[in-house]
């Protein structure tokens, strides 16, 4: 696609369930990141995709969190047992040496909103 | 880990002053510093970057100096707009943004008419 892809782009859930969030990165990137954003808040980092290598985790805020990425394709975070907390936006984000200035391109985000 | 930290968390200038934003970083191997824009409801896009071995890059109205021995950086907009409103992230990377990327807690900018 032209863009990193994320959906959905709302989410509604009641405390407790497990949600899926997915994102499409642009093809050929092999970095891929997934930050949340809280409400007026800044950008915290969850996790960083790199190829093959294994991803690092350091910024998932509890065990309910987890990502998977498939080859330098579709990447999904999972939250478990939702939290009133676990309330935000939450952006993916890709790049690649090739890109322009290398830079981040991030996708328009998934609303979550844990009732 | 990496910390960045950014002053300050909210800025107000009058049309056509400048603005200025620090940041600062605590990992000493970080060397690539980029700064994303972020407007009311949209998705960050970056504005500018700059790496360890430069000091200083300007483009246009924006500029980024580098402090890398007090681990400082600061952005610099010249003759602001009213379209220049938005927040402002710093980040930080070990290896352009092909690496792990760091934001600061944002700066929300208003540029008054």
């Known amino acids: 696609g032209a863009g990193v892809s994320q959906s959905p782009s709302n989410k509604v859930t009641e405390k407790g369930k497990d949600v899926e969030l997915r994102c499409d990165p642009i093809s050929g990137h092999t970095a891929l990141y997934w930050y949340r954003q809280r409400l007026g808040q800044g950008l915290e980092f969850l996790i960083y995709?790199?190829?093959?290598?294994?991803?690092?985790k350091s910024g998932l805020p509890s065990d309910r969190f987890s990502a998977e990425r498939t080859g330098e394709s579709v990447s999904t975070l999972t939250i478990q047992r939702t939290q009133q907390e676990d309330s935000a936006v939450y952006l993916c984000?890709?790049?690649?040496?090739?890109?322009?200035?290398?830079?981040?391109?991030f996708g328009s985000g998934t609303q979550l909103s844990v009732l | 880990g990496e910390n960045v930290e950014q002053h300050p968390s909210t800025l107000s200038v009058q049309e056509g002053d400048s603005a200025v934003i620090k940041c600062t970083y605590s990992d000493s191997a970080s060397n690539y510093f980029p700064w994303y824009k972020q407007e009311l409801g949209k998705r960050p896009q970056l504005i500018i970057d700059i790496r360890s071995n430069v000091g200083e890059k300007k483009d246009q109205r924006i500029a980024v100096t580098l402090n890398k021995t007090a681990k400082h950086f600061s952005l610099h907009i010249t003759e602001t707009q009213p379209e220049d409103s938005a927040v402002y992230f710093c980040a930080a990377s070990r290896e352009t943004s092909y690496d792990k990327v760091i934001f600061g807690p944002g700066t929300s900018l208003s540029v008054i008419p």
């Open positions: 984000a890709s790049s690649s040496p090739d890109s322009p200035n290398e830079k981040l391109f």
């Open positions: 995709f790199q190829g093959n290598s294994a991803p690092d």
